[in-house]
């Protein structure tokens, strides 16, 4: 059974850092594209990075978070992570890791002050 489990979120203040963990079991993540999306209140979802399976060179940003959020990946674990950094309120949104047809549960961050 393939799961995906993410975690890390919570409430930062702008300008702040959290990192999210996505761990995958049930298959190997260095096989598939990742893809971190994410959906703010009465928005629609939208994509924020993917990777093909290895953190670079081919991975992906959106131009929203581009130089301020980070893919890495931790083979041994089966463990995807997002750095976030310079958080701004606009990043408020639950935060779903996907692999293929597979969805974690999603994980809220709050930028607030």
């Known amino acids: 059974e393939v799961q995906l489990q993410a975690s890390g979120g ?3 203040q702008p300008g702040g850092s959290l990192r ?3 761990v995958v079991s049930g298959l190997n993540f260095d096989d598939y594209a990742i ?3 994410r959906q703010a209140p009465g928005k629609e979802r939208e994509g924020v990075s993917c990777t093909g399976g290895t953190p670079s ?3 992906y940003y959106a131009d929203s978070v581009k130089g301020r959020f980070t893919m890495s990946s931790d083979s ?3 463990t995807m992570y997002l750095q976030m950094d310079s958080l701004k309120p ?3 949104a639950v935060y779903y890791c996907n692999i293929e047809s597979f ?3 999603g994980t809220l961050v ?3 002050s």
């Open 10 to 12: 919570g409430l930062v």
């Open 76 to 78: 041994a674990k089966n």
């Open 90 to 92: 606009e990043d408020t």
């Open 35 to 37: 893809v971190w999306f």
């Open 20 to 22: 999210l963990s996505c």
């Open 110 to 112: 709050t930028v607030s």
């Open 57 to 59: 060179p081919d991975t």
């Open 103 to 105: 969805w974690g549960q």
